[in-house]
């Protein structure tokens, strides 16, 4: 048993990634982002803080009906990165069912990624 379980952690440490690993220094991101960009960053928080609600990468419907899919909203005529981060910096604008604050050190990040949702027409 204990031979067993030693085997085991030796297995399982051979797995592990380190900093000169060229696999984790190149990883990218499921919208094919390299780690730690803004666009990675955004394409993260909005997975993790948005996808309840929004459709946070090309599909057009979310999972609530009332909230705009981020390529809806990405696509809307004249909205600039600037325009799109002055909205998001400003709380008082989002609607009421919308109950939590974008963290001002993610608003850029955020903007960066859906920017990379407009369609090309």
Not at 38 to 67: D, I, Q, Y
Not at 113 to 118: A, E, N, P, S
Request: hydrophobic share 35%; with cysteine.
């Amino acid at each position: 048993m204990r031979v067993t379980a030693c085997l085991m952690a030796l297995m399982l440490a051979g797995c592990q990634s380190t900093a000169s690993d060229p696999v984790s220094s190149t990883a990218v991101s499921a919208g094919g982002f390299k780690k730690d960009t803004p666009e990675w960053r955004g394409e993260k928080f909005a997975n993790n803080r948005c996808a309840r609600c929004h459709s946070v990468g090309f599909a057009e419907t979310s999972p609530l009906s009332n909230a705009p899919s981020f390529s809806e909203i990405a696509n809307t005529r004249d909205l600039t990165a600037a325009s799109l981060a002055e909205w998001m910096k400003s709380h008082e604008n989002y609607p009421d069912e919308m109950y939590f604050q974008i963290p001002e050190e993610h608003i850029d990040d955020v903007v960066a990624y859906m920017i990379t949702l407009r369609r090309p027409d």
